[in-house]
Nanobody, 122 residues
Framework: QVQLVESGGGLVQPGGSLRLSCAAS????????MGWYRQAPGKQRESVAI???????NYADSVKGRFTISRDNTKNTVSLQMNNLKPEDTAAYYC????????????????WGQGTQVTVSS
């Protein structure tokens, strides 16, 4: 199986910065897309940023210019640098990794992290 461990959430004042990290481990043959999603209370989970195996990135309009996603393919990690944070960025943030496992290399499967809370408040 595949396990994801997230870190880096916390409480920050508006305008501050946080860096989220997610490390994937286990029976990974090859990783594909990696991404970060968030879910605020009472709202649906939404995509924040996605990065492909080749490094192509896609951001939600609400975070463009403030957040930067990156990955290390050798370590199966994905990070999200969040700058100029706003109160509306408050949410639980989840990483998602699409991978091919050694057990089923012909199938791409998605795995989710446990979530890390980001609270932006003065």
């Amino acid at each position: 199986q595949v396990q994801l461990v997230e870190s880096g959430g916390g409480l920050v004042q508006p305008g501050g910065s946080l860096r989220l990290s997610c490390a994937a481990s286990g029976s990974i043959f090859r990783s594909n897309d990696m991404g970060w999603y968030r879910q605020a209370p009472g709202k649906q989970r939404e995509s924040v940023a996605i990065i492909t195996m080749s490094g192509t990135t896609n951001y939600a309009d609400s975070v463009k210019g403030r957040f930067t996603i990156s990955r290390d393919n050798t370590k199966n990690t994905v990070s999200l640098q969040m700058n100029n944070l706003k109160p509306e960025d408050t949410a639980a943030y989840y990483c998602k990794v699409d991978v091919r496992t050694y057990a089923t290399p012909g199938i791409i499967r998605g795995f989710w992290g446990q979530g890390t809370q980001v609270t932006v408040s003065s």
